[in-house]
C-alpha cells in the first residue's frame, strides 16, 4: 500500500468513527408533570387559610396562610393520587373570580408536549356582599396517561 491509500483509509476510518461518535440518540424519554394552582380573587381580599396537596410521594403538604396565589409543580408516575383542596375566605362586594386548578403535562426530553388533563373550578360558597367561603376539593388518580 502506498502512502495515499493509507492516508485515504485514516481519512474515512477517522470519519467513521468521529460520525458514530456524534450520533444522536433517538431514544425519548417521557415524563408527566402535575401542576397545582390557586390564584386570589381580583376582586375582594383572598385569605387562603389551608392548602392542602399530595406530593409525588404521596405525603401530604400543608402551606397555611400563603401570602400570594399558590402554585407548585413536581413529576408524578402512574398511579399517582391528585390530591388537592383549598380552603378560606374571600371579602368582596361581588362574587369574587377566585380560580383553583391542577394540571398533568407530557414531558419529552425535557419539553411540555402535551396537557394529558387539566380541570379548574371555583367552589366558592356565600351572598352577594360579604365574606364568601372557599371550600375547593380535586380528587383523582392518573393512571396510564390519564386522570380518572
Given at each position: 500500500m502506498?502512502?495515499?491509500?493509507?492516508?485515504?483509509?485514516?481519512?474515512v476510518f477517522s470519519l467513521a468513527v468521529?460520525?458514530?461518535?456524534?450520533?444522536?440518540?433517538?431514544?425519548e424519554t417521557i415524563t408527566y408533570e402535575l401542576t397545582f394552582k390557586a390564584n386570589k380573587a381580583t376582586n375582594g381580599t383572598?385569605?387562603?387559610?389551608?392548602?392542602?396537596?399530595?406530593?409525588?410521594?404521596?405525603v401530604v403538604q400543608t402551606v397555611t396562610n400563603p401570602s400570594g396565589n399558590f402554585s407548585t409543580t413536581f413529576q408524578i408516575k402512574s398511579g399517582t393520587a391528585i390530591e388537592?383542596?383549598?380552603?378560606?375566605?374571600?371579602?368582596?362586594?361581588?362574587?369574587?373570580?377566585?380560580?383553583?386548578?391542577?394540571s398533568v403535562e407530557e414531558v419529552t426530553n425535557g419539553t411540555s408536549r402535551a396537557v394529558i388533563c387539566n380541570e379548574s373550578k371555583s367552589s366558592i360558597s356565600g351572598t352577594g356582599g360579604g365574606i364568601y367561603t372557599i371550600n375547593t376539593v380535586f380528587s383523582r388518580t392518573f393512571v396510564n396517561g390519564s386522570c380518572q
Amino acid at each position: 500500500m502506498n502512502k495515499q491509500t493509507l492516508l485515504l483509509l485514516l481519512v474515512v476510518f477517522s470519519l467513521a468513527v468521529f460520525g458514530a461518535s456524534c450520533k444522536k440518540d433517538d431514544k425519548e424519554t417521557i415524563t408527566y408533570e402535575l401542576t397545582f394552582k390557586a390564584n386570589k380573587a381580583t376582586n375582594g381580599t383572598t385569605t387562603f387559610d389551608e392548602i392542602k396537596y399530595k406530593d409525588a410521594n404521596g405525603v401530604v403538604q400543608t402551606v397555611t396562610n400563603p401570602s400570594g396565589n399558590f402554585s407548585t409543580t413536581f413529576q408524578i408516575k402512574s398511579g399517582t393520587a391528585i390530591e388537592f383542596s383549598v380552603m378560606g375566605t374571600v371579602t368582596s362586594s361581588s362574587f369574587p373570580d377566585a380560580i383553583f386548578s391542577y394540571s398533568v403535562e407530557e414531558v419529552t426530553n425535557g419539553t411540555s408536549r402535551a396537557v394529558i388533563c387539566n380541570e379548574s373550578k371555583s367552589s366558592i360558597s356565600g351572598t352577594g356582599g360579604g365574606i364568601y367561603t372557599i371550600n375547593t376539593v380535586f380528587s383523582r388518580t392518573f393512571v396510564n396517561g390519564s386522570c380518572q
